[in-house]
Structures are given as C-alpha cells and as structure tokens.
C-alpha cells in the first residue's frame, strides 16, 4: 500500500481508518463490538486475519472474535491462552509503538505454547519486507491510561483490555508507517469501543437486576402486607427510640378484634398503656430484639386478655428507623387451663379450700428465720396450759417487737411476697429483713396485759363426732358435712382470711391482725357456726368442733406454727366434758 504516492497512501488510510472506526459505534452489545472490531481490521485496514483476544476475569485471554476464514473461526474462537503466554509474546520481536511485530526468524519458538494461533498458506518472502507466513503483529489494547497503572498492565499506561492480532496485509508486504499508525489508532478506539461496551453491558445487568430485585421487593412487601394484615393471630409495628418510643403505628384485624378497638384508636396508645398495671415490669423487662412475655391486655370493655408477645426489630427500609414488630397471640384459654390446674394443686378437690401444701406455701411466705423473741416451745405452751410453765417470753435487750409493723395486710400478696421467703430463711441481714414485716405474738393468758399487739393467728379445726357420722350414714354424707363445714368457716371469716382443709376432718383458719382477745372471739364464732344441725339427704346431722389458737412468729417454722396449734386443739379437745363434744 506504500507502493503509491504518499499523500495518496496518507489519505486513503485515513479514509480506510475512519469507516472502521465509525462501525465500532454501531454495535450494540459487546459480542457485536467486538465482531465488529475484528470484522474492521478485515475490511477496513487491509488485512485478511483478524482476531480478538480479550482479557477474562481470571487474566486469561480468550478468543471473542475472528474475521476473515470460517474454518480458522470455527477451530480456535473460544480458545483460551495463558496470561503468561501473552505476556513473553507481548515483550518479543519489534516493537512499533505499541505494536509488537514478531518476524518468523524469532516467532519459531512459539508454536508449542499455548496460545491458540491460525497460520495462512502462501509463498515465502522472496524480498526483505515481505510478510511471511509465520510472521506474528499484535496491537494491544488497554483502557484509558492511569496515573498509578496496576501491575499487570503491560504497557499503554493502562489496563490491559485484550489483543488483536493480524496476519497476511494486503499486498503482501508488512506495513508501512502509515499502516501501523493506522492499525495503532485502531486498536485504541477499538479499546474504547470494548471498554464503553462493558459499561453498557454492565449497566444493563444493573438495570435488569435492580428491575428484578425492585420486583422482588415489591412481591416482598406485598407478601407482607397480606401476611401482616390477614395473620389469624394479632400483628403490631411500633417505633423504636425517640419521643414516641413504642407508639403503635400499625395494627391488624386480628389484634383490633382481640382487644375490641379500632384500628385508629390503636395508633394512639403503645403496650404499655394497655398492660395490666401488675405487668408492666413484665413489659419492661422484655428485650426488642426476640423478647417474649406472657401478659395481659385491656380490652375495649375493661377485662383483660391473656396474650403472648414475640418481639423482632425491621428495618423500614436500608437505612431508614428501626421499627419493632410485634406478634400477639392470644393464650386466653390455655392460661385458664393452666391457672385451673394450678388451682387444683393448691385447693382441696372436696371443698375447694386451699390444701395443706397451699396452707404452708402462705403461711411461710410470713415467716423469716430471724425471731423478733426468745419463745416458749410448742412442749413448753402444753406445758403452761396445765400451769406448768407461766409463760414469760424473755425478749432480747434492746429489741423493740413492733419496729417496723404495720398492721394487717390481707394474703392477696403472699406470691409477691414469695421472693423474699428464699433470703428470709437462710436469715441474712440488711437484704429481704429491711423490707419484712416481722410477725410477733402478742401476750396470752389470763395474767397478759392488752398492750394492742396484734398477730397473725393460726386457728386449727378439729370436727368433733364426725366420725361417727361416716360410720353411721357413709361417706357420701361425711363428704357432705366437710362441704358445708368448710362454707361455713369461709363464710364466718373476714375477705383477706385463710381458711384451710389440712386433710380428713381438720381445717386451719389464718386470720391476720388479730389480738389474743380477737383471736378467741373469732373462735367462739365459727364453732358456734358450725354446731347448728347440717341436713343431708332429709335427715339432720350435727357435728361439734375444737379449736387451739397458736400465733405464727418469725424464728418458728411452718411445723412448728402448726404443730402449737394442734397441740393447742387437743389441750382445748380434753378440757371440755365429752357431753359437750357429741355429735350425731
């Protein structure tokens, strides 16, 4: 092509370059650029093999493209050389700018290598600047040139974007200047083309990807929404942080039918305005993040409901407020079994009193192991019944009985007060006696001077002839009498009171804030109660009973407490004439 006159080869080139160059535009993928490429060198610059090696991800180069023989594109596209190999090619022969021509006197060593390589058939060179067979020109091409290039790139000033190698020009002969400036420029707007083809590319993953996740999240939220709002079980989403920590934001049906509330006036309460005032602290102590608590919610008619809570934090969006989300469910009907069953443990089948395992259970959470007194023994107030013991209780010096006493309280809290009995009966101080209302009995007997102290009195029930009763009529009729006994002790006592069915035919009463002169009153009573005729089955009973009042007092055990009170009940058993103890 040098052959013709120099302005003629200078224009004709630049005409030849500037077509090739204006169909790398039209592409519209990166295969077709690259196609193209390769089908520009063909047409365009005069050779008659082209192709395009481009760099893969592994470093690698891979044949993309090749123009101007079937049979050498189908044997070697897709063909892949090591970069190792491009590399020592890259650095042979002559360099030409940034070409690399490698002359077949050199290019002999590279044909056991692995780079995939098509030779053409023709005559060898019979001049000096013929092209020979094995003659070997790449035009490198790198991306835009960096002021810190990576270390793999080769040369350019940039990244290494893929190779494109020629063979046979037209004409026969190696290019000229001209042609390799022309092939040059080419393969630095090839580069361009390759590298504004991978932008598009990537955006268009981008795009489709970014589609497909919008889409994904948009059948996300729908899918939540429809699970959110139709859940069978109550749903809430509440704020987390700020002024308006815990502000229900958005409730479900099921959680408005549950509570009897609109969903509008939902959004103006949080949890804990709907809690029972005894769960709050259960409200409080549950965590955000995966807490859980079992408690009660006000309904929109006054009562409470039972539910189980389940916490989980969301995100309302990637970077947007934490919000709580929050699943209620309603345990209504299993709490009722289990407050049933409860019941049961604790209550006696027969007359539905607390039973003997209750009886102990409340009566300990009053006692602690530190003794406001040095007291008689249960053997030691027998004793003084019969006037063998005069009863003194020597208090301990400096000691005041009543410091911290506040009176009657009723047995509504003994579970809350249950936590207290564990440190109580080890008898540590400063810890659970700082806040323990420490039982003492106020004086006895005929000599005791009424100083107003009151106590906790233990009134235990023996039945007198009720015996006789089962053996007479059976034990349907005893079971009838222990019911309409235990009505009567029940009915005879005050709301905050304990009556008790220890077993068979004896019952405590626990009565607090009473004094020795109340405590025998409240006897008299409820044996006065009991002795009017029981009819059963149309035929009238009548049963007596005896009852031995002792006082429950820190220092004593739960046995020892109970154990007074029965030895009490057999001193006041004997001491009445057995007339007045018949029953039938």
């Known amino acids: 092509m040098e052959t013709e006159s120099e302005p003629y080869v200078r224009l004709a080139t630049m005409r030849q370059l500037h077509a090739a160059i204006a169909e790398l535009n039209t592409a519209r993928s990166l295969a077709d650029t690259l196609q193209t490429v390769a089908d520009g060198v063909v047409i365009g610059l005069g050779y008659e093999l082209a192709c395009v090696n481009v760099v893969q991800a592994d470093g690698d180069l891979v044949v993309a493209a090749f123009a101007g023989s079937t049979a050498a ?47 053409t058939e023709g005559p060898y060179p019979r001049f000096e600047d013929e092209w020979h067979p094995q003659d070997r020109l790449y035009a490198p091409m790198y991306a835009a040139a960096r002021k810190d290039p990576p270390a793999h790139a080769m040369g350019g000033g940039g990244e290494l974007l893929g190779v494109i190698s020629v063979d046979r020009p037209r004409g026969g002969r190696r290019p000229g200047p001209w042609g390799q400036e022309a092939l040059q420029m080419y393969a630095s707007q090839a580069a361009i083309a390759i590298s504004n083809a991978r932008l598009r590319a990537n955006m268009q993953r981008a795009l489709v990807r970014l589609e497909r996740e919008q889409q994904a999240l948009r059948a996300s939220e729908e ?45 103006r309460h949080s949890f804990a305005d709907l809690v029972h005032p005894e769960d709050v602290g259960t409200l409080l102590r549950t965590s955000a993040e995966g807490g859980r608590a079992e408690l009660r919610l006000a309904r929109r008619d006054g009562t409470y409901v039972w539910v189980s809570l389940r916490n989980s934090v969301v995100a309302d969006t990637t970077d947007g407020p934490r919000l709580l989300l929050t699943h209620v469910e309603d345990i209504e009907e299993r709490k009722g079994r289990e407050l049933q069953l409860a019941h049961r443990a604790s209550h006696d089948s027969l007359t539905g009193l607390p039973n003997s395992a209750e009886l102990r259970s409340r009566l300990s959470a009053r006692l602690c192991s530190r003794p406001h007194a040095m007291r008689e023994t249960a053997v030691e107030a027998l004793d003084a019944a019969y006037g063998g013991y005069d009863g003194t209780v020597l208090h301990e010096p400096g000691y005041d009985p009543y410091d911290g006493y506040d009176g009657y309280g009723g047995y509504d809290g003994y579970e809350a007060r249950a936590g207290l009995r564990g440190a109580a009966a080890h008898g540590l101080g400063g810890g659970p006696f700082d806040h323990h209302v420490h039982l003492t009995a106020p004086g006895e007997g005929a000599d005791a001077a009424d100083d107003g102290t009151k106590g906790l009195a233990v009134l235990f029930c023996d039945l007198d002839g009720f015996k006789s009763i089962n053996d007479r009529f059976g034990h349907n009729t ?74 429950a007092s820190c220092g004593m055990s739960v046995e020892e407490v109970l154990q007074s009170a029965d030895q009490r009940m057999y001193v006041e058993k004997r001491s009445r004439s057995k007339v007045h103890r018949r029953a039938g």
Do not use: K
């Open 73 to 119: 594109e189908s044997l070697i596209t897709g063909r892949v050389g090591s970069r190792g190999s491009w590399e020592r090619r890259l650095t042979m022969g002559e360099r030409w700018g940034d070409l690399r021509f490698i002359p077949h006197t050199e290019g002999w060593v590279l044909t056991e290598d692995d780079v995939p390589q098509w030779f």
């Open 223 to 267: 899918s939540f929404r429809q699970a959110f709002e139709y859940a069978p079980s109550g749903m809430a989403i509440a704020e987390m942080g700020g002024d308006q920590h815990g502000r229900l934001l958005r409730t479900n049906d099921a959680l408005c039918r549950l509570l009897g509330r609109p969903a509008s006036a939902m959004r």
């Open 478 to 551: 005893g079971d009838e009498v222990l019911i309409e006994v235990a009505r009567r002790l029940t009915t005879g006592v005050r709301d905050g009171d304990t009556v008790a069915r220890l077993g068979g035919d004896e019952f405590v009463v626990l009565a607090d804030g009473l004094g020795a002169a109340d405590a025998a009153d409240l006897a008299v009573r409820l044996r006065s109660a009991i002795i009017p005729p029981i009819r059963v089955d149309g035929r009238a009973v009548r049963v007596g009973a005896s009852f031995g009042i002792s006082w």
